[in-house]
């Protein structure tokens, strides 16, 4: 198993997701955009700037902070940093991509879920994915899957840097510290 993808590789990465999503939702289709806090929510972005290249604009685009829907909030610790969900768009009866950068358990995508029906209901949730690590525990698989690591140890990590958040693009897998 490969353990490190540098920029190049987490570029190439991101095009193909771009080239599926493409496929899926042609110019004319209005669908909307939404990322998970912190790194899907820049995806999300680069999602939506490399679509737009191609004449292909969401109707709508959002983030969600799922802190308060996790639930491992307990584990986190007596103080979870809790940011704003920024959903100023209408989410009702257009199809949704949901974006974040790693799924492994599918908890995260749950919460998310769980937020999502708070504010209306899509009329499909399409998810897209950077890093596909496996071992769900609940029923969730993305559509949309930018690299599927299936052999990551229960005790090792997948790390994902973006330049915009953490100066560089990298993915990584590391023993959990």
């Not at 995806?43 to 308060?68: E, H, M, N, S």
């Not at 209306?120 to 071992?135: H, N, Q, T, Y």
């Amino acid at each position: 198993m490969q353990n490190y993808y540098d920029e190049s590789d987490v570029g190439r990465m991101v095009e193909q997701l771009v080239a599926q999503i493409a496929a899926a939702f042609p110019p004319g289709k209005p669908f909307n955009v939404v990322g998970i806090r912190t790194r899907g929510e820049i995806l999300a972005q680069r999602i939506v700037d490399a679509l737009a290249a191609k004449g292909i604009q969401p109707a709508g685009r959002g983030v969600l902070d799922i802190t308060l829907y996790r639930d491992d909030l307990s584990e986190i610790g007596p103080r979870p940093l809790v940011r704003p969900t920024h959903l100023e768009i209408s989410i009702d009866r257009l199809p949704l991509l949901l974006i974040d950068d790693v799924i492994f358990s599918g908890r995260s995508v749950r919460g998310a879920l769980n937020l999502l029906a708070d504010f209306g209901r899509p009329s499909a949730i399409r998810l897209v994915v950077l890093v596909d690590r496996k071992g769900r525990e609940v029923p969730i698989q993305p559509d949309f899957v930018g690299l599927t690591l299936a052999s990551v140890p229960a005790d090792h990590r997948v790390n994902v840097r973006l330049r915009e958040s953490d100066g560089k693009d990298e993915i990584s897998v590391q023993p959990r510290s």
